[in-house]
T-cell receptor, first 117, second 112 residues
């Protein structure tokens, strides 16, 4: 059974500071996704990481994937209040060695990020 | 494109009632999924589909049925509602495994 664990679960940051959210997963996969959710809203896709060593950046957010360590990171640079939200990582289950995924996305618990002035 | 459309947005059911949550997408996506979101538990997969006529169970399928007769539609049926099914339900779709999922706006369901 695939398990996906995020830490920290709660993150309170000051504006202008840097921090990293970690996402560990328990079984082989090379497909990892990051989502953002604002309170009472749906999920918004942030990054799609499809191979070992993949790095994607958008504004103050940068995501990376290390499939050997089964670890993805979401790095926040110079946080601003608008980044306050819940961030989820999600891992695709690879059904066989050929890389066929049956769409079973497993989510982490989410990290609630609050950025203070 | 309207994206992923879920209806209704809010619903209150009595214990034992049945209902269908509707999900439709107009992007010709092959993959569709239903998730429920409960506080502190992230999103849990209920059922998913990799194409018309093909469905499979996720992590928490009990009490729910799905069918996928067309590419566009993926309804979720609650057979006999229970208070434990009070949750926010999200439908999602994606083109292929190389893309992230696009989520609908959600259905907030309360079972009393």
């Amino acid at each position: 059974e695939l398990k996906v664990e995020q830490n920290p679960l709660f993150l309170s940051m000051q504006e202008g500071k840097n921090y990293t959210i970690y996402c560990n997963y328990s079984t082989t996969s090379d497909r990892l996704y990051w989502y953002r959710q604002d309170p009472g809203k749906s999920l918004e896709s942030l990054f799609v990481l499809l191979s070992n060593g993949a790095v994607k950046q958008e504004g103050r957010l940068m995501a990376s994937l290390d499939t050997k360590a089964r670890l993805s990171t979401l790095h926040i640079t110079a946080a601003v209040h608008d980044l306050s939200a819940t961030y989820f990582c999600a891992v695709d289950l690879i059904a066989n060695a050929g890389g066929t995924s049956y769409g079973k996305l497993t989510f982490g618990q989410g990290t609630i990020l609050t950025v203070h002035p | 494109n309207a994206g992923v459309t879920q209806t209704p947005k809010f619903q209150v059911l009595k214990t034992g009632q049945s209902m269908t949550l509707q999900c439709a997408q107009d992007m010709n996506h092959e993959y569709m999924s239903w998730y429920r979101q409960d506080p502190g538990m992230g999103l849990r997969l209920i059922h998913y589909s990799v194409g018309a006529g093909i469905t499979d169970q996720g992590e928490v399928p009990n009490g729910y049925n799905v069918s996928r007769s067309t590419t566009e539609d993926f309804p979720l049926r609650l057979l006999s509602a229970a208070p434990s099914q009070t949750s926010v339900y999200f439908c999602a779709s994606r083109r292929t495994i190389n893309y992230g999922y696009t989520f609908g706006s959600g259905t907030r369901l309360t079972v009393v």
